[in-house]
């Protein structure tokens, strides 16, 4: 991975919107930073993760807006592979993949969070997304590499 981009892609997991400022689309970084704004302020995400650093899963998840939250991990991911592929000029093929498991199955934890425990623990609607985000890349890591195949193989 090429310096710039990784410089792009860490921002952009940072806070989406800073990759597209880097790559100077000043007018999209600056939609997603709004949006990201709304999303989290809609949301009380930012309260949920300092009860979650706390470790009051129940407060975090009684502060959790959730019908805010569930927007917030596809525009994230979206904001993240955008910046991503825009970095450098050409995004190779099927990049979009491992995004958009992530952003699925992300939904899918953040969806559980208030029920799913690990362990018999309730790890709530911080931790548990980000534990989903695992089985999100090597799905997406697993079929982009079909597709990587399928495309180069004669018909």
């Known amino acids: 991975m090429k310096e710039k981009r990784l410089e792009i892609l860490l921002w952009s997991i940072a806070f989406p ?20 704004v709304i999303l ?8 949920a993760i300092v009860h ?10 009684e502060v959790t807006d959730y019908q805010w939250l569930m927007f917030y991990p596809c525009v994230y991911m979206f904001a993240v592979w955008d910046a991503y592929c825009q970095a450098d000029g050409e995004c190779p ?13 992300v939904t899918v934890g953040l969806i559980y969070s208030p029920l799913f ?22 799905i ?16």
């Open 140 to 155: 997406g890591l697993f079929v982009r590499s079909l597709l990587l195949r399928s495309s180069r193989s004669p018909s």
């Open 17 to 36: 919107g800073f990759g597209q400022l880097l790559n100077g689309q000043v007018i999209k970084g600056l939609s997603f930073i709004l949006l990201e």
């Open 52 to 61: 979650s650093f706390h470790g009051n899963i129940e407060k975090a998840i």
């Open 117 to 138: 425990k690990v362990g018999g623990v309730l790890i709530g609607p911080v931790w548990l997304p980000i534990l989903f985000l695992l089985p999100g890349i090597i």
């Open 40 to 47: 989290n302020v809609n949301s009380s995400f930012n309260m």
């Open 93 to 105: 093929p099927y990049t979009f993949v491992p995004f958009a498991f992530c952003a699925y199955s």
